[in-house]
């Protein structure tokens, strides 16, 4: 069993910035990719960007320019540094991270963190 736990989510004035923590445990054999989501009020949960083993990145369009995802494999930590931070950005945000057991692929999710952007 793999646990995710987020962290670093607040309150922060239109402008500024944040930066996400998720940290993985448990029995991880090969941790495949660390990615993030987010679900704002009323809205489907979204992709906001993803990091494979070897470093590749995807980030959403909405986002691109602005985020930037990386990790600490020796820690299994992902990160999301969010700079020029915007009202629209306001949601909880998801970590979410694939685990290599055997040879399927499982998905687990953290509880969320909140971040909210005021104007």
């Known amino acids: 069993q793999v646990q995710a736990v987020e962290s670093g989510g607040g309150l922060v004035q239109s402008g500024g910035s944040l930066r996400l923590s998720c940290a993985a445990s448990?029995?991880?054999?090969?941790?495949?990719?660390m990615g993030w989501y987010r679900q704002a009020p009323g809205k489907q949960r979204e992709l906001v960007a993803v990091?494979?083993?070897?470093?590749?990145?995807n980030y959403a369009d909405s986002v691109k320019g602005r985020f930037t995802i990386s990790r600490d494999n020796a820690k299994s930590t992902v990160y999301l540094q969010m700079n020029s931070l915007k009202p629209e950005d306001t949601a909880v945000y998801y970590c979410n991270v694939e685990v290599l057991s055997g040879r399927t692929v499982h998905d687990y999710w953290g509880q969320g963190t909140q971040v909210t952007v005021s104007s």
């Open positions: 448990g029995s991880i054999f090969v941790l495949v990719a």
């Open positions: 990091i494979g083993s070897g470093g590749s990145t």
